[in-house]
């Protein structure tokens, strides 16, 4: 098993940035594979962003390039998501989520997820 705990979240300005953290324990696989997604009410979880562990390939939803980076920490276990240029459509509950084999965007391809963390921006 893979347990995922996220921090990072929280009330933003417009323009403003955040940098998320998603702590991953248990047993591991090089070959692992982390994601992001968001949520937003009323609509479908949203591919963000997806990092591969062992060769740091990366992959950014369309909407998401230019603003949103995505790393890793090998020694500390700990995938990134840096937010950047935030606007109020951005607002949703980002979730980090874990899966073997090649990168997906799709969020039914991923065995292991985080609680999620509110990422809100408001003026």
């Known amino acids: 098993q893979v347990q995922l705990v996220e921090s990072g979240g929280g009330l933003v300005q417009p323009g403003g940035s955040l940098r998320l953290s998603c702590a991953a324990s248990g047993r591991t696989f090089s070959g692992y594979v982390m994601g992001w997604f968001r949520q937003a009410p009323g609509k479908e979880r949203e591919f963000v962003a997806v990092?591969?562990?062992?060769?740091?390939?990366?992959y950014y939803a369309d909407s998401a390039k230019g603003r949103v980076t995505i790393s890793r920490d090998t020694a500390k276990n700990t995938v990134y998501l840096q937010l950047n240029s935030l606007k109020p459509e951005d607002t949703a509950v980002y979730y980090c989520?874990?899966?073997?084999?090649?990168?997906?965007?799709?969020?039914?391809?991923?065995?292991?997820w985080g609680q999620g963390t509110q990422v809100t921006v408001s003026s």
């Open positions: 989520a874990c899966k073997w084999g090649g990168p997906s965007s799709a969020a039914a391809a991923y065995a292991y």
């Open positions: 990092i591969t562990w062992s060769t740091n390939l990366i």
